[in-house]
Structure formats: structure tokens, C-alpha cells
T-cell receptor, first 115, second 114 residues
Framework: DTGVSQDPRHKITKRGQNVTFRCDPI?????LYWYRQTLGQGPEFLTY????????KSRLLSDRFSAERPKGSFSTLEIQRTEQGDSAMYLC?????????????FGPGTRLTVL | AQTVTQSQPEMSVQEAETVTLSCTYD???????LFWYKQPPSRQMILVIR??????QNATENRFSVNFQKAAKSFSLKISDSQLGDTAMYFC???????????FGKGTKLTVNP
């Protein structure tokens, strides 16, 4: 069990560019979650998947954001036409999925800086 | 909508002493779950302790224990025998209302001094 991994760990981009982040959950975990954390705040929920199905999306997830989990394993989060307000830490978490209330295990995050 | 409030932005404690972090929440749900997560500097968030609202007994995990007051909607974390490695941001979180998302407070930065 190697834990939740995220790639890249840091991303610097210019405003208007597209970026994509990857999350690899703990093996055999069915549920995968994305959160966003800005400086001085707690994480805010963005979306989550059960296997391939995206079951819940936050209103924070504007149409510039899209997330996928095509084979029920890793997930990608894409931000199109980045804005300075998108600068944040993007956290991924996974849980076993036996119960929806199973403990969520977090990855190290991807820190995005939009110039 | 559920909200979580942590009223102490920063706290400090001497090594080996006890400290209590406060958390209150607002919900109309009867069935929910509460969590404390720890985020050490530049490291990933890990679960410290969780409490099911239907359980009256307060959860404990080694040096960590909670005081869950359902009627008051209060969920404080007590750290006994504080260690330098306890220095971190501590986030209180809520899950309920049929949603699997965690709703976090703004966090309390705890510093353990030698």
C-alpha cells in the first residue's frame, strides 16, 4: 500500500493555459475525491467518483473544470483557461467505498500557481 | 448547508502538556460523522480521530480524545502528553446529509514548544 499519489506536485502556469492533474488512489479503493485548498482555509469539496461514475459535483466546479476516472482507477482533473483565482492546492483522497462514510485518505496535493 | 467553525486560528502548548482544540458545527441532520484531520507542515493530511453521531461514547485514539456534545453541536479534540510531532494544522470536518463530501473548518494551527 503506497498511499494516494498525485502528479505533479507543483505546477506553475500562465493565465489562460490549460492544466491537468493526476491522482492515483490507494489500490482497490472504489471512491475517489477531489478537494481544493486555498491559503488559510480548509479544503473545499469539488467532486467525487465511485468507480467510473461521477456521483457528486460542487457548485465550485465551474464549466472550466472537468474530472474523469475512465477505468475506475486513476483520475484526472483538468482546468481550462486558468485564472489567477484557480491558484490553490488541489487534493485528492480515496476511500474503500464499502461504506460511503469510510475514512478518506489524502494525497500530498498538487500546488497550482497561476501567473 | 452544513458549516464547521474552528474559533482558534492558532494555539501553542508546551511539550508533555495537554491542549484542547475547539470545533462547533451546524446541521439539521441527525445522522452524521465528525472527524479531526492533521496536516503537518508540507505533508499530507491524515486522519486523527472520527466520531459517529449515533454513538454516545466519545472516541479515543491513544493520546487523542474527543468531547462530543451533540446537543451543543460541539466536537473538541484533546491532545494529551503533547509531542513535538503534533505540531500541525488541525482541521475539524463534518460528513452527513446523505453526502460523502467532507465539510472542513478553517483549521487551527497548533505549535508544540520544547
Amino acid at each position: 500500500d503506497t498511499g494516494v499519489s498525485q502528479d505533479p506536485r507543483h505546477k506553475i502556469t500562465k493565465r489562460g493555459q490549460n492544466v491537468t492533474f493526476r491522482c492515483d488512489p490507494i489500490s482497490e479503493h472504489n471512491r475517489l475525491y477531489w478537494y481544493r485548498q486555498t491559503l488559510g482555509q480548509g479544503p473545499e469539496f469539488l467532486t467525487y467518483f465511485q468507480n467510473e461514475a461521477q456521483l457528486e459535483k460542487s457548485r465550485l466546479l465551474s464549466d472550466r473544470f472537468s474530472a474523469e476516472r475512465p477505468k475506475g482507477s486513476f483520475s484526472t482533473l483538468e482546468i481550462q483557461r486558468t485564472e489567477q483565482g484557480d491558484s490553490a492546492m488541489y487534493l485528492c483522497a480515496s476511500s474503500e467505498g464499502v461504506r460511503g462514510t469510510d475514512t478518506q485518505y489524502f494525497g500530498p496535493g498538487t500546488r497550482l500557481t497561476v501567473l | 448547508a452544513q458549516t464547521v467553525t474552528q474559533s482558534q486560528p492558532e494555539m501553542s502548548v508546551q511539550e508533555a502538556e495537554t491542549v484542547t482544540l475547539s470545533c462547533t458545527y451546524d446541521t439539521s441532520e441527525n445522522n452524521y460523522y465528525l472527524f479531526w484531520y492533521k496536516q503537518p507542515p508540507s505533508r499530507q493530511m491524515i486522519l486523527v480521530i472520527r466520531q459517529e453521531a449515533y454513538k454516545q461514547q466519545n472516541a479515543t485514539e491513544n493520546r487523542f480524545s474527543v468531547n462530543f456534545q451533540k446537543a451543543a453541536k460541539s466536537f473538541s479534540l484533546k491532545i494529551s502528553d503533547s509531542q513535538l510531532g503534533d505540531t500541525a494544522m488541525y482541521f475539524c470536518a463534518f460528513m452527513g446529509g446523505g453526502s460523502e463530501k467532507l465539510v472542513f473548518g478553517k483549521g487551527t494551527k497548533l505549535t508544540v514548544n520544547p
